[in-house]
């Protein structure tokens, strides 16, 4: 017998990207009251009428049924140091980073946060996200194991870092290599699993271990490459210092083969418009980390320059935990807003809501798996209670259209709004049964 199950409620998804400044855009799909079926954790259709008595019914009426939130860079071992106050990134890893990263060395420590961290996740109604564990192979099992019990669509690496921290952090350029190499093994493609290779940054690999990670990506069909680049200013000029023939940052990602499809970097702050030309034509999409940006003084990133239209860079949100100070998409929609705002390009509500669903999905090449509510993809949904806080529910009162209301959504909503998160068709996350 197949699982079949119908949601009812107001289906929202992005049809496209809709662009910058745009109001009333067409390509907000809105459908008030309607019913979503998911037959064996797949999206099986869209209607407008009640289906038959076949389909067990769950009623979401006059909450937003949507895809799942993916969130595109977090860290996953940097759970127990978020909202750490520091000063600016370099200082933030020795003092608090890596620390917590080293007490990865315990697999207990690993398991206990690798759980903790996906049903925070799942809290917030984040069904798919792209980690960087620590540089201990456990931490990686640990994800995984965690993300194969609940069902998840998650992706995720260990820690390539051969110089530059901590001994009981360091690999090297061989046994990050075999390591990884083995992770993959193991789980690279099992359910919905996928292995991204994960060179810290350039400052904490030598020379060898980028070229070996660049020749593991290589050899390693649908993996992910993932690294930070250009994030702060002291972080830039320590790459040049570092490698001094290379007259920019990204030339050195580029040089050891490591852009392309399904290369993501996060930040991508100070790039200049040569940078955004050469991730253009590679491919290579960028995670905007904005809270993380905020909260470590790092700079404002320019969503408007990245999606030049002459030159679009495919660009996506993401909250990077712990430098991020939360979990929560919508938390991440509304800093991306205010970022946007003080470059002087402001960021359309729906453009916001493209970035962290579907948009989002399209940058990590998953754009037929998931980020929209259509026939075919994963039922790794969110329904979003539109009315979850007092100001929340006054405000609603005066909305003239679903463009508005997802502004208001993200600009007011957190984690309360999340009323409940679908992985594969099964409830996941039920807020008013959590307490
Ligand atoms: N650059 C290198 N490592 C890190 C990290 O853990 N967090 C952030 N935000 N930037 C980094
Ligand atoms: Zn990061």
Redesign the pocket.
């Given at each position: 017998m197949s699982r079949r199950i119908a949601i009812r409620g107001d289906l929202l998804d992005l049809l496209d990207d809709p662009g910058f400044d745009v109001v009333d855009s067409p390509e907000v799909r809105f459908d008030a009251d309607h019913w979503l079926l998911v037959e064996d954790g797949r999206i099986a259709g869209r209607q407008a009428h009640a289906p038959d008595p076949s389909w067990t019914r769950l009623d979401h009426s006059g909450r937003l049924v949507m895809p799942g939130f993916i969130d595109t860079h977090v860290?996953s071992p940097?759970l127990d140091v978020i909202a750490s106050y520091g000063t600016e990134?370099l200082d933030w890893?020795n003092t608090y980073?890596f620390p917590a990263e080293s007490r990865f060395s315990d697999p207990a420590h690993a398991t206990r946060i690798a759980g903790a961290f996906l049903d925070l996740l799942l809290a917030h109604g984040t069904t798919t996200a792209v980690a960087?564990c620590s540089s201990h192979p456990a931490s990686v099992d640990a994800y995984f194991e965690a993300a194969e019990a609940r069902g998840l669509r998650m992706i995720g690496g260990k820690v390539m870092m051969d110089r530059n921290a901590p001994p009981g952090l360091l690999d090297t350029a061989t046994s990050g290599y075999d390591e990884s190499k083995a992770l993959i093994g193991r789980w690279h493609g099992r359910d919905r699993l996928a292995y991204a290779i994960t060179p810290?940054?350039a400052?904490?690999s030598t020379p060898a271990q980028l070229e070996a990670a660049g020749a593991l990506w290589r050899e390693t069909p649908g993996a992910y490459l993932h690294s930070?680049v250009a994030?702060n200013v002291a972080?830039v000029e320590w790459i040049s210092a570092l490698y001094p023939s290379h007259a920019r940052y990204l030339d050195v990602y580029a040089q050891f083969g490591l852009l392309g499809r399904r290369a993501l970097y996060?930040?991508g702050i100070h790039l200049d418009d040569a940078d955004f030309q050469l991730l253009h034509e590679s491919q290579t999409a960028i995670a905007h980390?904005p809270t993380?940006n905020n909260f470590?003084g790092s700079g404002l990133f320019s969503m408007h320059r990245a999606r030049d239209p002459r030159r679009p860079v495919h660009v996506a949100l993401a909250t990077?935990l712990g430098?991020g100070t939360t979990f929560s998409m919508l938390r991440t929609m509304q800093a991306a807003s205010e970022v946007a705002q003080l470059g002087g390009h402001p960021l359309s509500p729906s453009s916001a809501w493209w970035l962290a669903t579907r948009g989002a999905a399209e940058a990590l090449d998953l754009g037929e798996r998931i980020g929209a509510v259509e026939p075919g993809r994963d039922a790794d949904l969110v329904v979003i209670d539109l009315r979850s806080t007092p100001l929340i529910d006054f405000r609603m009162q005066y909305i003239r259209g679903i463009e508005e209301a997802l502004a208001v959504q993200f600009a007011l909503g957190d984690d309360r709004a999340i009323r409940a998160t679908y992985i594969a068709g099964h409830l996941a996350w039920d807020r008013d049964a959590a307490h």
């Open positions: 860290h940097q990134l890893l980073t960087y810290r940054f400052a904490t930070h994030e972080e996060a930040h980390c993380s470590l990077d430098g």
